[in-house]
């Protein structure tokens, strides 16, 4: 097995202690903790993406859809929970109902529009940014075109003072969420039989359709995982920004596929990695320079791709 190569590891250190070193430290401490905050929102909505594509091979840009109907189902749950539960228990159903509803709308968007163009990827292109148009549409006839808006959970509002700096609690309690979530995946691809299995699976399929596994229900597994993935990124932005409007998934669409690239297409630790770093990044350079806010996350992918071609860590690496 080849070493892994440790520079992509060193690129989020590096780039804190360059920071810390043009600012005080309660403001560096700030900005960091809400760069990683921002990394792990950008990982759960974008996490689906890349795992869809390096188990499946299918860019889904639909995905953006998923996104907004995670936020619209917890706005729902709690108009009609909110009098009976409340804090975090209320937000917890929230996410359980929207990777719910992302799980099986996605088994839904597999069977009628993903299996007819499976391995063309042109096609997937065209038919997948036609499924996120009429997504959105349907959204809008659903919950209306005005924006809703989701209050945080009293538990999860305010900040924490640590340093001399103030930490918001909801961007702690993402920020824990973002680790479980990609520990899981993590464990789950590469610990368990199930993950094994689809490793396997995108690697020769043939052998293990002849072991008497079916493949097709393997990668449907995967899709529904991947857009239940998407509807809880969802709800986890909109409630940093405390309202929902149809338009969040595609707002956000062209950042995760961003994030997908700079990490290495397919690459769930490379998502991950590349998640932190456009967040770190975004927020450092608004501080620091905000005429050039704007521009960082493309700066920051053509940077990176320059140096790896392939991303941060591809899936090629072991």
């Avoid at 590096?14 to 921002?38: K, R």
């Avoid at 929207?98 to 096609?123: D, H, M, W």
């Avoid at 689809?198 to 596994?213: D, H, I, K, P, Q």
Wanted: with cysteine; net charge positive.
């Amino acid at each position: 097995m080849r070493p892994r190569d440790p520079l992509p590891y060193l690129v989020l250190p590096a780039l804190a202690l360059a920071a810390l070193a043009v600012m005080s430290f309660p403001a560096w401490l700030t900005l960091t903790v809400a760069g990683i905050a921002m990394g792990c929102m950008l990982f759960l909505a974008a996490s689906g993406l890349t795992l869809i594509f390096g188990l499946m091979d299918v860019l889904n840009f639909a995905h953006g859809g998923f996104v907004t109907l995670g936020a619209f189902i917890a706005v729902s749950v709690v108009v009609t929970w909110a009098p009976a539960i409340g804090g975090v228990a209320l937000v917890a159903l929230a996410v359980l109902a929207a990777a719910v509803a992302g799980a099986l709308l996605g088994l839904v968007f597999e069977r009628v529009l993903i299996r007819r163009v499976a391995g063309a990827p042109l096609r997937q292109i065209l038919i997948t940014m036609g499924g996120a148009i009429i997504l959105q549409q349907a959204l809008i006839v659903l919950w209306g075109a005005e924006p809703l808006p989701l209050p945080r959970p009293e538990n999860l509002r305010g900040s924490v003072i640590f340093a001399g700096a103030a930490l918001e609690r909801y961007r702690l309690a993402v920020i824990g969420v973002g680790v479980v979530v990609f520990a899981a995946l993590a464990l789950t691809l590469k610990r368990t039989r199930l993950g094994l299995l689809v490793r396997a699976a995108v690697e020769n399929r043939e052998m293990v359709e002849s072991l008497g596994f079916h493949v097709d229900r393997l990668f449907r597994l995967v899709f529904a995982a991947g857009t239940a993935l998407a509807a809880l990124g969802g709800v986890v932005w909109a409630l940093h920004a405390e309202m929902v409007t149809a338009d969040l998934g595609a707002d956000i669409t062209i950042l995760l596929f961003i994030t997908v690239i700079i990490g290495g297409l397919g690459s769930v630790g490379g998502c991950f990695l590349a998640a932190l770093l456009v967040g770190l990044a975004d927020n450092y350079v608004g501080f620091l320079a905000p005429k050039l806010a704007l521009g960082t996350d493309i700066l920051l992918m053509l940077i990176v791709l320059l140096w790896r071609p392939r991303g941060l860590l591809p899936v090629a690496e072991p």
